[in-house]
Nanobody, 118 residues
Framework: QVQLVESGGGLVQPGGSLTLSCATS????????MGWYRQAPGKQRELVAT???????NYADSVKGRFTISRDNAKNTVYLQMNSLQPEDTAVYYC????????????WGQGTQVTVSS
């Protein structure tokens, strides 16, 4: 069973920062692609950032230069550091994994709410 345990959402003012974390099993972390997606009210879920087991990263254009995805191999945890947050970043953020260990099926965390508001 694939488990993705998220933490770190909350309320932040525009221009502020938050860090999300997502922990999983060692096998999943060392082989599969890990990523963050988000879904705002009334919108489809969209990719935010992904990282491979080798450490390569990919970002949505809307977050490039503001968000950073990183991996802690000792803790089997992926982080999303979000800086310069704006109201349009308000959404439920989901951790995701897919790859050879899961036959390329998507698995999702429970989601964590990020609200950017003054």
């Amino acid at each position: 069973q694939v488990q993705l345990v998220e933490s770190g959402g909350g309320l932040v003012q525009p221009g502020g920062s938050l860090t999300l974390s997502c922990a999983t099993s060692e096998r999943i972390f060392r082989i599969n692609l890990m990523g963050w997606y988000r879904q705002a009210p009334g919108k489809q879920r969209e990719l935010v950032a992904t990282t491979t087991a080798g450490g390569s990263s990919n970002y949505a254009d809307s977050v490039k230069g503001r968000f950073t995805i990183s991996r802690d191999n000792a803790k089997n945890t992926v982080y999303l550091q979000m800086n310069s947050l704006q109201p349009e970043d308000t959404a439920v953020y989901y951790c995701n994994t897919k790859g050879p260990l899961t036959l390329w099926k998507d698995y999702w965390g429970q989601g964590t709410q990020v609200t950017v508001s003054s």
